[in-house]
């Protein structure tokens, strides 16, 4: 299976107020690229500098949404799925973003790691930083790229366990 592990930070509590992505993408069971971008949202104001040390002063002068758009989409081709911690959140912010700009949201199923970490791995409370607790999985905590890439790891342990493959 082929998938992209993607997470947002925002800048603020509307959802097109991306000021960060991590993009992990997973070809045949191994991660295959990394990347993570710094976004300039639509607006100036940030609330949540102080959960993922993001500020306007970090962003102002990154491309917007818009701009980045054909290097993120670019990790969308070919993928079975895409998987986010708290997939709602993440397919929230990327459609916003998208609508925001006039772009068209890919049309891929979303997974989500908090659901699959409670469910097939059985893992309570299925935080990010728990689950990666539990399963070894090194995390700077919302750093974008890092959050992605444990997400991914997170996927790929699910999808060993689904297949009968304990790791």
Known sequence: MNFLAIDFET??????????????RVTDGTISKKKTFLIK???????FTHIHNISWSDVK????????WPK????????????????PF?????ENCCSTYGIAAPDVEFRCTVRLS????????????????ELFIPLE????????????????EVLQRQSGRET
């Open 118 to 133: 409670r469910s097939v791995l059985k893992i309570k409370p299925a935080n990010l930083a728990n689950v990666c607790r």
């Open 41 to 47: 949202p639509p607006y100036e104001y940030f609330e």
């Open 72 to 87: 993120l989409e670019a990790f969308f081709a070919g993928v079975d799925f895409v998987v986010a911690h708290n997939a």
């Open 11 to 24: 800048a603020n509590r509307y959802p097109n107020s991306a000021c960060s992505v991590g993009l992990v």
């Open 141 to 156: 905590h919302h750093e974008a790229g890092s959050d992605a890439e444990a997400c991914a790891r997170i996927m790929i």
């Open 90 to 94: 993440d397919r929230r912010v990327l």
């Open 61 to 68: 002068k990154k491309p917007t949404f818009k701009e980045l």
